[in-house]
């Protein structure tokens, strides 16, 4: 093998030397470190609402539940995790609905749903914002896609006093109707008449 061939072989087997190396670190940024830091970031964000949580103590809540075949809501008392700002108690009596009755009653919200933003403004009106699954399992017809709605407002309103009116949104988006029926471009207000009151 001639001198030149001799360089050209070294020089070529130095790049892929250095292509492996460049693609092992690549390889690890990718698969270790950022899962690293993806769960570290959770990590921070648990401990964030933990201290919140403990900041506030527990309160004494009344959720407002749907009862399809009668057509009302029903209440029911829970004592949850309670922050010290009505955004963060908005979230939480969103997430206590999320997860469902205590006592057997029926859902308002699917429990795939996530919670996409909450935002409260001075004026009263709590803008929250459901992930696409909020659109699911709905009992057909207006009445119950009513009743699934006013159990989002009543029981935020029940709680907070801040909370004046309420504007739902799916993924960020305003949308015509939970599932073809329920008006969702306009803003709720409390209905305490939907209330059973033997409940």
Same mark, same amino acid.
Not at 118 to 131: I, M, N
């Given at each position: 093998? /001639?001198?030149?061939?001799?360089?050209?072989?070294?020089?070529?087997?130095?790049?892929?030397?250095?292509?492996? $190396?460049?693609?092992? @670190?690549?390889?690890?940024?990718? $698969?270790?470190?950022?899962?690293?830091?993806?769960? %570290?970031?959770?990590?921070?964000?648990?401990?964030?609402?933990?201290? %919140?949580?403990?900041?506030?103590?527990?309160?004494?809540?009344?959720?407002?539940? &749907? *009862?399809?075949? !009668?057509?009302?809501?029903?209440?029911?008392?829970?004592?949850? =995790?309670? @922050?010290?700002?009505?955004?963060?108690?908005?979230?939480?009596?969103?997430? =206590?609905?999320? !997860?469902? *009755?205590?006592?057997?009653?029926?859902? @308002?919200?699917? &429990?795939?749903? /996530?919670?996409?933003?909450?935002?409260?403004?001075?004026?009263?009106?709590?803008?929250?914002?459901?992930?696409?699954?909020?659109?699911?399992?709905?009992? &057909?017809?207006? !009445? /119950?896609? *009513?009743? =699934?709605?006013? /159990?989002?407002?009543? *029981?935020?309103? @029940?709680?907070?006093?801040?909370?004046?009116?309420?504007?739902?949104?799916?993924?960020?988006?305003?949308?015509?109707?939970?599932?073809?029926?329920?008006?969702?471009?306009?803003?709720?207000?409390?209905? &305490?008449?939907?209330?059973?009151?033997?409940?």
């Amino acid at each position: 093998m /001639s001198r030149r061939a001799k360089i050209a072989l070294v020089v070529v087997l130095a790049v892929v030397a250095a292509g492996l $190396f460049y693609l092992r @670190a690549l390889a690890r940024r990718i $698969f270790v470190e950022t899962p690293l830091r993806v769960e %570290q970031e959770a990590r921070a964000q648990l401990s964030q609402v933990a201290l %919140q949580s403990q900041a506030g103590g527990r309160e004494t809540v009344v959720l407002y539940f &749907p *009862s399809y075949g !009668e057509g009302v809501l029903v209440k029911e008392v829970r004592r949850i =995790a309670w @922050a010290a700002e009505d955004a963060d108690r908005v979230r939480q009596i969103l997430l =206590a609905l999320i !997860e469902g *009755s205590h006592q057997g009653h029926e859902r @308002a919200v699917s &429990p795939s749903t /996530s919670i996409r933003a909450v935002f409260l403004t001075r004026d009263g009106t709590a803008y929250v914002d459901f992930s696409s699954e909020v659109l699911a399992d709905f009992a &057909p017809g207006i !009445e /119950s896609e *009513s009743l =699934a709605v006013y /159990s989002i407002v009543d *029981s935020l309103a @029940a709680n907070i006093p801040a909370v004046k009116k309420v504007k739902i949104l799916v993924q960020g988006q305003e949308v015509d109707a939970l599932d073809g029926h329920a008006d969702l471009t306009d803003y709720y207000v409390p209905d &305490p008449s939907r209330v059973n009151k033997a409940h």
